[in-house]
């Protein structure tokens, strides 16, 4: 899972390529997330570079939501419970909130609550429960891996919104 070929579209390879030499204590612990999110005022928050792209505050919103239903997998992989660790319709969930309507200090705020949620449970995890193997899509994986994907996807949003939603001179036509 070295390649660096792989795209968003790959899912988890994708994901853990962004972060896989890193350990999840420090990924889940760093701040720097928070940092730059509170650094984004909420006109800019509001923005959206195309009509059918998700606003910035939808993207944290979803951010949050990958990171709720992640765990809640990595939580079922540690008591060794044998599942897939399966995909979701992203859009569908984005649709159905009301991410818009909140400020963007209520979603970084929820964002932080779950953060905190999740560090609290990593730090309940053993050496033997990071090596539980599971499938996420067609890849055998530990747990430990698994988590590091979760905040590849963070670290994949957030190169989204520096090059196409702060960034004046990035294309129109990408998507998310």
């Not at 420090?26 to 005022?41: E, G, K, P, Q, R």
């Not at 195309?50 to 939580?75: C, L, N, V, Y």
């Not at 969930?93 to 999740?118: C, G, I, W």
């Not at 193997?133 to 698994?146: C, R, S, V, Y």
Request: charged share 20%; proline share 2%; glycine share 4%.
């Amino acid at each position: 899972m070295t390649n660096s070929a792989y795209t968003p579209q790959d899912g988890f390879p994708y994901y853990y390529s962004l972060v896989k030499s890193i350990d999840c204590i420090s990924l889940f612990s760093s701040s720097a997330t928070f940092t730059f999110l509170n650094s984004i005022d909420e006109e800019k928050a509001s923005y959206r570079y195309a009509p059918i792209k998700w606003s910035i505050k939808q993207i944290i919103g979803h951010i949050t939501d990958h990171e709720r239903i992640k765990m809640f997998r990595a939580f079922s992989l540690s008591r060794n419970a044998q599942i897939q660790l399966w995909g979701y319709d992203e859009n569908f969930f984005v649709d159905n909130s009301r991410f818009d309507e909140l400020t963007k200090e209520q979603l970084v705020a929820d964002y932080n609550y779950v953060r905190q949620a999740s560090v609290s449970f990593l730090n309940t995890l053993s050496e033997s429960q990071l090596n539980i193997k599971g499938f996420a899509g067609q890849d055998e994986i530990t747990l430990e891996d698994f988590l590091k994907s979760i905040i590849g996807h963070e670290v994949h949003h957030l190169n989204i919104i520096k090059e196409r939603y702060l960034n004046n001179d990035s294309p129109r036509n990408s998507s998310l």
